[in-house]
């Protein structure tokens, strides 16, 4: 595979992973599988640096595990991972919907409140360019919006280790975001910490139903 094409905004060592995660999803690289280095350089045409660089990132997202001396192996418990993942997510999301709550949005109120009147509109059948509640006025991911409402840096931090490791599997359905997203907002600024919890409880657990789970509500 030649790599010369590749995006402004992707590295080859991007590309591999891309490419190699697609593999492991679709079942044509399977669990304890070795990945050699030397010979997916050469299917690259590529140095080992961005295939090192592809492994180390499949290995922080659960796909590849990398054992000294011994290399790396396609994950075998990638998915019961992922979903105890994705549940430990929802604890400190639920945690960070009721912290902010309890502040009223704290530093980002105005940007949820933006978010939390987008549904007004849109559910009229109005304005239907509206942005579908994902960001903020200043674009911050909503999520990212929350985790700073909550005011807890600790927090913040561990929500960011847990989203860059299940980022590959979350679902996306804009129609449902822009409802859940600003029912949601509304509950934050209006300082309501049960609703805001209870609302983000039912808000990811799709994600957990994507990974063939039948998740049991937090609240």
């Known amino acids: 595979m030649d790599l010369h094409s590749v995006g402004e905004d992707e590295s080859p060592g991007d590309v591999i992973a891309r490419v190699l995660r697609d593999d492991i999803l679709a079942g044509r690289l399977t669990g304890g599988e070795r990945l050699i280095e030397e010979a997916i350089a050469k299917k690259f045409g590529v140095s080992r640096v961005p ?4 492994l180390g990132q ?3 997202e659960g796909f590849v595990t990398i054992v000294r001396y011994r290399g790396a192996t396609v994950s075998t418990t990638l998915r019961k991972d992922n979903r105890e993942l994705l549940e430990v997510r929802r604890g400190l999301e639920v945690l960070a919907a ?13 940007e949820l409140a933006a978010v939390a009147e987008r549904i007004r509109p849109h559910a009229a059948g109005q304005d239907r360019d509206v942005p579908t509640g994902s960001a903020g006025d200043g674009g911050r991911p ?14 913040r931090e561990m929500l960011a280790g847990v989203n860059r490791r299940v980022a590959w599997g979350l679902g996306d359905d804009p129609e449902a975001s822009v409802s859940d997203h600003a029912a949601l907002a509304a509950a934050i600024v209006s300082g309501a910490s049960v609703q805001a919890g209870y609302l983000m409880d039912e808000h990811l657990r799709r994600d957990e139903q994507h990974f063939g789970v039948d998740p049991t509500p937090l609240i």
């Open 51 to 54: 295939v090192r660089e592809a």
């Open 58 to 60: 499949l290995e922080g």
């Open 98 to 110: 009721q912290l902010a709550a309890a502040n009223r949005g704290g530093s980002v109120a105005a």
């Open 142 to 155: 909503f999520h990212d919006l929350i985790a700073i409402a909550a005011g807890n840096d600790q927090l």
